[in-house]
């Protein structure tokens, strides 16, 4: 069955350095999302891309995230300047199309811990 | 804008057992999805069951079914015959009526006791 993959499955870095997380999406999956939880709270929308564009974010999305499909194929979350409090899971999701498809594949997740 | 409520952050069941978990939600909308996902101790999100609001009958997969009241955005989740494996964090989840912008709730800690 295909699936959504994320690297790395967990990265630590240093407060106000840049870190990107990786998404493979499913090959003919069209929309790309991002989403945080961090440990213990419930899980957030960031952000939606859809047509090599944002389709719509959320308030945590600030200017310290981007996203981007630089190749195609991987689908990045950029973090600019980490802060202690951007220590979660980070969860790619992505849906082949709108409509009745209905639901988000989710990937495993990358546990990002800022230090 | 659209929110899900979880009010149970923990609960408990035998194993073999039934336990249902409670979900509710609101939204102006008329059609839109519901879905339940387990989250495990290894984080991952996976998805147990989805539910269509123009859709009357409750979706069942296997020992897990719900209880879909839209009058009441209700939307509970019955776990059957409960296993050790069970054992997760559930969210209750909505999706617009393209399955995306979703909203999920705050989660609840399902314990299966041997």
């Known amino acids: 069955e295909p699936e959504v993959t994320q690297t790395p499955s967990h990265q630590v870095t240093q407060m106000g350095q840049e870190v990107i997380l990786r998404c493979v999406p499913i090959s003919n999956h069209l929309y790309f999302y991002w989403y945080r939880q961090i440990l213990g709270q419930k899980v957030e929308f960031l952000v939606s891309f859809y047509n090599n564009e944002i389709s719509e974010k959320s308030e945590i999305f600030d200017d310290q995230f981007s996203v981007e499909r630089p190749d195609g194929s991987n689908f990045t979350l950029k973090i600019r300047s980490t802060k202690l409090e951007d220590s979660a899971m980070y969860f790619c999701a992505t849906i082949r199309t709108s409509g009745i498809a209905g639901e988000q594949y989710f990937g495993p997740g990358t546990r990002l811990t800022v230090t | 804008a659209q929110t899900v409520t979880q009010s149970q952050p923990e609960m408990s069941v035998q194993e073999a057992e039934t336990v249902t978990l409670s979900c509710t939600y609101d939204t102006s909308e008329s059609d839109y999805y519901l879905f339940w996902y387990k989250q495990p101790p290894s984080r991952q999100m996976i998805l147990v069951i989805r539910?269509?609001?123009?859709?009357?009958q409750n979706a069942t997969e296997n020992r897990f079914s719900v209880n879909f009241q839209k009058a009441a955005k209700s939307f509970s989740l019955k776990i059957s015959d409960s296993q050790l494996g069970d054992a997760a964090m559930y969210f209750c989840?909505?999706?617009?009526?393209?399955?995306?912008?979703?909203?999920f709730g705050p989660g609840t800690r399902l314990s299966v006791l041997p």
């Open positions: 539910q269509e609001a123009y859709k009357q």
């Open positions: 989840a909505y999706g617009d009526n393209y399955g995306q912008n979703f909203v």
